[in-house]
């Protein structure tokens, strides 16, 4: 038998994204209020069943511990009352989200007079790869469903139990309200090789988004044939201009480090003009180091600031995501400009000065998702900036850059109304 | 020696992309009054050194005939007075456009205070993969410098002295003008080799957009580690309803097929509603035969239309970019939408109806790059939508769908003003 030797893929990936494909035409026209509706089934069913999940991660936990998970990883997979409560409000909160379906965000008369408009339509099928906490199945779902994508679930081995249960959960309320079947499906295994098959999916999928660590995310960008969008490390930087007001910048300087350190929009460097650097360095230290912060300076800082480490090239290029800084001192906003590109990461970087020319041209000239001033780096977030929930940050210019909401989830087609129009 | 049997690069593709990014960082400083001397300087140039260019582009014409190319790729690849002059207008409309750099799009005050807006910024370097005519060089140097990108060109092996030349004399002069070296750049040799390696770029590229047929365009997909824009091909349909005014329904169908067969927005596939079918064909065929089109049916079309050929399974997802079209009959609107989702191409679609309820379901349910009530398809364009000029028509939903202009060849960053304010 010469197909012997053929790969046994164990599980159909083919026909899940078939059925994907014909789940988001059908999604086309169903009507917010069906959409608002599933959302609340989702919820409900989410904390009526909590036991039963409860059950599903303690397998998730015991397979942890048997291979060694860390502590604040168990913690991270642990759902418990609180945790499902916070997922049932998250999928409120984005039923009462406006739908972005259908929206027609322009439309203009032609000189030859036929009417051109762009209409958003969901983006169709949209494939999530993910490493973290099971609570990312429902919100993406969630996301997906309410922007009229269907959405292929791929979670991490560590959470497969809890992931299965609440995906089936979620799907099987949906379809009471009369989502159609496999909106949201999630593929039962996790071996690597059946990520390259869904990767390869073209023909049905629209966008692929992994969320995780940097090996996870070259995985994908290096074998996906479908569009990719990268949820990428954030090397914040805030800049302290010679001008600013000290005890503003060391306010947003130890927001910025110690509010959340464990996350992509905490700073991770700390630029300085020099002309404020003996002025400001001594007081920004003390209050973080009073916050636990460990501070790594260049040879500059290390001369006003004798206690601390010394920085190595690469803790430029860390994104320490711990209660570590790095701190410059730099001789004019172009040096920390030139830093920021050479060696930021595109996330969030924030100026703190008082003067009009500065903020011009550190808001003109640093390209990266989130430019501020005088404000934390921690506010480049969907909430924050209004969009109401996220699915993650991008760090891509493509599509979508920076915290990525329920309109980044759509595509537009232009619509043309005319009486006979031919071209001439 | 080891090394004797490592790969040799003939071109320095890394050396390229350094200098592309290097040039992008300069460019997001360039104002628009010094990108549109530049174009007029580009413009110039052309005219004035159009004899060295005649030179060059026999070259390419006489190596062209020695490998046996057609008389109709001979005079895509010919240049003359009319077509370099045709180039340079095209670079003066451009200069023409508004810059899209730096627009605000929005700037909102969040309840806390702080505003969040949305500011334009240049992609950052595009690359552009062609086999078309050589006037692409031209067309899309000049979209990517208004739009403050960087760009590096590939063109076909066909016309690579034309393109060479016309390359060096558009950066001499734009660099004349205030433009950085280096904005425009063009792959000296045209090996796959080569085009692996610039696939592979994507710390330093962050777009790449095929041009031409569908092998190219797999090619890139499947190799690309960068971020790509399909411009796939167009089969693409007029539906002609129950109701719709026949003599519109002609005018409408002939001018998509006849008035230029050989472009993406033509339509391939005319569906008619069988309620109009008996009194729609025979004066439809008629109309399309006088204008020299070979008419395809299915067996109901046939029994209508007797001296016409078969249509076979494969006509329905053919684009033949010639004067050929397939007819069907269908019992429904919606037979027509499951025919234009299972066997289109997501290009363009036109219904004609009188009646507000088909426009409608027509206009939200079918999910192409633009979607047409009562005009010819060949309306699908960029020039005809308003955008200016295009760079082509993507036939993808992420970041760009259909005809993309210079907006389309930006991103956007988000700005945040505050007065300290911090996360709480």
């Known amino acids: 038998m010469n197909q012997t030797a053929k790969k046994t893929i164990p599980v159909d990936i083919e026909g899940i994204c078939k059925a994907a494909l014909e789940a988001s035409r059908a999604m086309v026209t169903i009507d917010t209020e069906t959409k608002n509706r599933a959302l609340h089934k989702m919820a409900d069913a989410l904390v009526v069943g909590q036991n039963k999940i409860f059950q599903a991660n303690g ?8 291979n060694g998970l860390s502590l604040a990883m168990l913690d991270r997979l642990k759902l418990d009352e609180k945790r499902i409560s916070d997922i049932a409000t998250g999928l409120l909160r984005i039923a009462d989200l406006p739908d972005p379906v259908g929206e027609v965000t322009s439309m203009k008369t032609r000189p030859n007079g036929i009417r051109v408009g762009r209409m958003r339509m969901p983006l169709g099928v949209i494939g999530i790869i993910y490493e973290s906490r099971p609570n990312v199945t429902a919100d993406t779902s969630a996301l997906c469903l ?3 994508n269907a959405v292929i679930l791929r979670g991490g081995s560590e959470a497969i139990h809890s992931n299965k249960l609440i995906s089936s959960m979620l799907m ?3 379809s009471e309200a009369g989502i159609p079947e496999n909106t949201i499906q999630i593929i039962p295994v996790t071996d690597r090789t059946v990520v390259s098959d869904l990767l390869s999916m073209d023909r049905y999928i629209d966008l692929v988004i992994p969320r995780g660590g940097y090996e996870l995310i070259r995985f994908v960008i290096e074998n996906s044939t479908i569009p990719v969008i990268k949820h990428d490390k954030g090397v914040c930087h805030v800049y302290v201009h010679s001008d600013a007001d000290i005890n503003m910048a060391t306010r947003i300087a130890v927001n910025a480090k110690i509010q959340r350190p464990g996350v992509c929009n ?16 001594p007081k920004v230290a003390a209050a973080l180091e009073g916050g636990g912060v ?3 300076g260049c040879q500059r800082t290390l001369s006003i600031l004798n206690n601390i480490k010394a920085a190595h090239e690469q803790d430029w290029e860390e ?20 830093h920021i590109s050479t060696h930021g990461s595109g996330h969030t970087e924030a100026i703190v000065t008082s003067g009009f020319r500065p903020a011009q041209k550190f808001v003109a000239r640093v390209d990266s998702s989130a430019v501020m001033v005088n404000t934390s780096t921690r506010f480049n977030d969907g909430g924050q900036f209004g969009l109401g929930a996220e699915i993650g940050i991008s760090t891509q210019k493509l599509h979508a850059r920076g915290p990525m909401g329920l309109e980044e989830l759509t595509s537009h087609k232009f619509i043309v109304f005319g009486d006979g129009h031919i071209r001439q």
């Open 59 to 66: 397998l998730d936990l015991s397979e942890g511990k048997k």
């Open 146 to 148: 309410k922007s009229g």
């Open 172 to 174: 099987d309320s949906a």
């Open 266 to 281: 905490a700073m991770e460097t700390l630029l300085v003009h020099e002309d404020i650097a003996s002025s400001f360095l």
């Open 294 to 296: 460990e501070l790594r």
């Open 319 to 338: 994104e320490y995501l711990d209660l570590v800084l790095s701190i410059k001192v730099v001789e004019s906003i172009e040096n920390a400009m030139d």
